[in-house]
């Protein structure tokens, strides 16, 4: 648990003080910047100049040179002195006298005129160090006196002392120490805190004083150190709380002071140095006939009977770097945070962060990798310094070289695992999850390149699945150096992505095509078939033309996805059909998907196109046919192909693929559908009855070509179909015999079937007489039903046709029927002579005029039609 | 060195467990422990805030720096030993004194430690972090804790059976607990029910332990929101207030 934080250097030694004179002893001392006053045992004060010296090897000693010594003449030892340098005056206090001497001559400082310069019958005084009073040129000074529980506090300045205050203690006072308004008292059985401002007090613990020497110590602003009982070094504020743990002792402790972050104390034998962040003993100093400890500005100076030291501080980072060293990490960092506030921000900001890095990699070393992990995120480590550990990560073109002095012992991860494969293992799995984690943060900013490579690298090796994540991500991997490691671990189709980062598509191509045909081992993806199918849909089109042959050559049905599943985009060189038609020649399966693709998905209107597939799929039923029979449900599957698409695209020329076939007796139905296109249906149903003798087909083929026509002409065309099956005239083939019967029953089917688009009495007169009725009796019954119904229909319609009419009538009737006016003002529209008697005639629109006008009217007109449209006038 | 917000202290006779029950929270271990010198304390961040622990010295010896230690605390927890009656008496003769100095809305807890002594169900781990090496650890440092309990005028337990004789029952604290709030002087409506604020504990097996320290966690809340805002809106100028901050800040 040790640390060494300070060096006991000699100050003054003995043959300097009192040389051989046994009986002189050191009573008190008192140091200001390089003077050094000694207080003796007979009296004297002695003045020495103390020089700091640092040898080359760094090493701090000090040189005393003796300026003056003063006998005080009262013959007791010299208990206490105390500088007040803004004053140039010594505090002395001999022989229960507290006086001033000049710092320089050390001649005693005579009574000014206005008050006395001596307080008689003190036992201790103490300066406040954060005086409330803002004078520079007076000290602050407690006073304990021999005779009365008080505690009085004096002004002094360059000639005099001046009482400001006096308060009274429950008990006797032994010792007190004062800051601000704030008194800390040691009585006679308890220690307790005083505002002598306000006269409020606040007790601490009880301590017996007469038992042990109490020690009152202030340390910082209103903050004390006092001996507890037990050894303890407690601490306590002005409000009586105790802020920190106390520190142990030992039971005869001398003296304490605070040199942060610790607390020193003596007692009879040895120097014991505690930090104030854990408590902990820190270090021990063996010191015999210890008598003073005391801190000046920050300058712990101890002295034994004889003779007086300096205790140096080693320096803060050098402690550090030996508990570093230590592997004492924790330690390490609560010193470097305790110190924060005794170190410039920046400085200190640079040192905590190496601090953590350096304990980062000493818990790295001992595979603690979560703390090291936190250690070296909070300490900001450059990342390269982890990765510069495990050989070969860093890519060749890195510039990084680890910093100096370096932050661990390690050469490398093989020196630090001492050859244990199994440590290797884990400290390359903590770098992957370290660097996976890192890598999208500001941390690797400037070296990403670096960090990338290297998780590439121990992806590859470990043969980690996020191999493909990263390289499929934003990544800045180093190709030159990565080519090879992906190479040694076989990772092509890893190897094939970096390419297509860095726009070597075709690069990345060849190397999966050489893959999938087995030049290169690579199990990374089972589909890398396909996967290269997908490539090439969004590649460019250069890279298309170069490789759909391969892809076609090795699956024409995936292949030609290249051309069918390209996505559509605004920004790229659309494919042109054509192209592919032609660059798709001598892929003749691919061909077909493709012109499928374009017929059926993309409904491309193009003669070409249909025409094209159309031939495609007869050229395919033709070799089908002239093959092997085995191919009997290909042959089907081929056929219907081509029956559905001659039936739904109207763009192929019809003639053209009619006369592909024309030799190929197999094919009947497709030439009837053909005829159907060519509008040529009694052709069409002639090779249907007769040829093929499929009479649902014919059916299926009379309803396929009505459909987007009207009733009439599907009704034409049945009508057409029933003709060919009763037609009994010399040419038809299937005339007479049981040809004829079927044909018959076909014709009757077909009646019964369909009675609806029949004209029934056409049918009836073509119908030979001596059918069975029983026979039709379906058709009949349909058709005697519609006509029936027809015939009702109409009857309502013309029903509701007259009701409307004579709806009509009525309003028109309603309209008409207004008065008409007639007077002997009026005049007639015709002679314009006023009426004379009521007989009048109306003309349409009621205008009144006169009868014979009207006549004449009638005569003269050319139609002589007679206007009957008269009415009663009143 | 962060400021607390708020303190809290354990208070108790030597060897009940105090050291081990706030080591088995901060650290979540039950390891050997040594009696404590004076005392020692720890900083728990608790949300936003931070909370002091105060560990404090059983031992006679240092008895006259508990209420130095309990000065301004906002909540104090009373220790004893299941298997030990007078531990229980001896909070209520030595210790209750101390806690004067405490604040005026303290708030107390009373926890029987040990209890895996005594009742099964607390011999099971409670923590499912790093249980098995509790148990490897905890059987190694329990010989010798055990072994010095024996010694012990506080605990006379004997090694020979696995669960020993419960000399305190939770209905003896629920007394104690009435008690010291009569001591106090709260009455019936202002406390906290006995049921809520007596525990019994084992930091061995860490039963109820988390528990114990959370619910007075919850419980100082308004202690501390109420403390900020004084610190936030004191409307006149102390100058003593500006003083007194100045200092905590400096020696942290």
Known sequence: MSVKAFELVPAVERDLLMGDKARINI??????????????????????????????????????????????????????????????????????????????????????????????????????????????????????????????????????????????????????????????????????????????????????????????????????????????????????????????????????????????????????????????????????????????????????????????????????QDLLAGHRVE?????????????????????HRRILQQAGFIQFGQLRFLEAKEHFRKGQLDVRELISLYPLLLPASSTFSRCHPPLHEFADLNHLAQGDQEKVLRCKKFLIT???????????????EDVDTALLKLYAEQDHESLLDLLASDNSCVLADSIPWLEKYHKYFALGLLHHCNGQDSAALQLWIRVVDGELQDFTRSDLFEYIVDFLCSSNLDLVWKYADWALRKDPTMGVHIFTKRPVSEDRAELNPDDVIAYLGKHNQALLLYLEHLVLEKRIQKEKVHTHLAVLYLDRVLSLLSGTP????????????????????????????????????????????????????????????????DFRSAESFCMWASSCRDSAFQQRLFHLLLGVYLDRSENSPAAGGQAGGEL?????????????????????????????????????????????????????????????NLQV????????????????????????????????VCLPGGVPVHAHCVAQRVRDSPTKRRLTNSSDQT | ?????????????????????????MERKFKDTVSTVGGAFYLKQWGPYNISIWDTAGREQFHGLGSMYCRGAAAIILTYDVTSWQSLGELEERFLSLTDTANHDCIYALVGNKVDLTDAKAQLSQDSDGLSEDRSTAAAGDEEERTELQAAPASP????????????????????????????????????????????????????????????????????LRKRNEDKESPTVDLEEVGNKRSRSSCC
């Not at chain 1, 009737?813 to 006023?834: A, D, M, Q, R, Y």
């Open chain 1, 27 to 320: 009573e008190c001392i008192e140091c200001c910047g390089k003077h050094l006053y000694v207080g003796t045992n007979d009296c004297f004060i002695h003045h020495f100049l103390l020089d700091e010296v640092t040898s080359s090897k760094g090493k701090l000693t000090y040189l005393a040179q003796k300026l003056l010594h003063k006998y005080l003449g009262l013959k007791k030892p010299v208990a206490e002195l105390r500088a007040a340098s803004a004053l140039e005056r010594l505090i002395v206090l001999c022989d229960g006298i507290v006086f001033l001497v000049d710092m320089v001559t050390l001649e005693s400082v005579p009574s000014a005129a206005g008050g006395g310069v001596k307080i008689r019958g003190v036992t201790a005084f103490c300066i406040n160090e954060n005086p409330v009073n803002g004078d520079p040129f007076c000290v602050e000074m407690g006073v304990l006196s021999s005779r009365r529980r008080t505690v009085q506090v004096y002004m002094v300045y360059e000639d005099r002392v001046q009482l400001v205050k006096e308060v009274n203690t429950p008990e006797q006072p032994c010792a007190v120490s004062l800051d601000g308004y704030f008194l800390c008292l040691a009585l006679t059985t308890q220690y307790m805190i005083l505002n002598y401002n306000t006269g409020a007090a606040q007790d601490l613990f009880p301590y017996n004083s007469e038992e042990r020497r109490p020690i009152v110590k202030r340390i910082s602003r209103e903050e004390f150190l006092l001996a507890a009982p037990g050894g303890l070094g407690m601490f306590a504020n002005a409000e009586g709380v105790s802020q920190r743990a106390p520190v142990s002792w030992s039971e005869s402790v001398i003296a304490a002071a605070v040199c942060f972050p610790y607390v020193v104390a003596l007692d009879e034998n040895f120097v014991t140095i505690h930090s104030m962040l854990d408590q902990q003993l820190k270090q021990t100093l063996s010191f015999r006939d210890g008598h003073v400890l005391q801190d000046f500005e920050g300058k712990v100076i101890l002295a034994s009977t004889k003779a007086v030291y300096v205790l140096v501080p080693l320096p803060l980072e050098r402690q550090i």
């Open chain 1, 331 to 351: 330690e390490a960092l609560i010193l470097t945070e305790g110190a924060q506030r005794n170190i410039p921000k920046d400085k200190f900001q640079i040192l």
């Open chain 1, 434 to 448: 370290y660097l996976g984690e890192v890598r999208s943060t500001e941390v690797v900013n400037g070296c990403r």
């Open chain 1, 630 to 693: 085995a191919g009997e449900e290909q042959l089907t599957k081929a056929r219907e192909k081509l029956q559905a698409f001659l039936r739904e695209s109207s763009l192929y020329r019809v003639h053209f693929v009619l006369g592909k076939m024309e030799n190929y007796e197999e094919l009947l139905l497709e030439r009837a559908t053909l005829h159907g296109k060519l509008e040529e249906h009694d052709k069409a149903l002639h090779i249907l009855v007769h040829k093929l003798r």
């Open chain 1, 744 to 804: 018959e029953m076909a014709a009757v089917d077909l009646l019964n079937r369909h009675g609806e688009v029949f004209d029934a009495v056409r049918v009836l007169r073509m119908l030979p007489e001596d059918w069975s009725l029983q026979l039709l009796r379906p058709f009949l019954n349909r058709a005697v039903r519609a006509s029936t119904h027809a015939c009702r229909t109409s009857q309502i319609a013309l029903g509701l046709a007259r009701s409307e």
């Open chain 1, 809 to 840: 009538l009525h309003d028109r009737l309603k309209e008409v029927k207004k008065p008409i006016f007639v007077s002997e003002k009026k005049g007639c529209h015709l002679c314009h002579n006023t009426f004379s008697e009521p007989d009048v």
């Open chain 2, 1 to 25: 060195m962060k400021k607390p917000d708020v303190k809290v202290v354990l208070l108790g006779d030597m060897n009940v467990g105090k050291t081990s029950l706030l080591h088995r929270y």
């Open chain 2, 157 to 224: 337990v004997s090694l020979s059976g696995s669960v020993l004789r419960k000399q305190v029952t939770l209905e003896d604290a629920v007394a104690l607990y009435g008690r010291i709030m009569r001591y106090k002087g709260l009455d019936e409506t202002s406390k906290l029910p006995a049921d809520k604020m007596c525990f019994e504990t084992s930091a061995k097996t860490g039963y109820n332990v988390d528990a114990l320290f959370e619910t007075l966690f919850d419980l100082v809340l308004p202690s501390i």
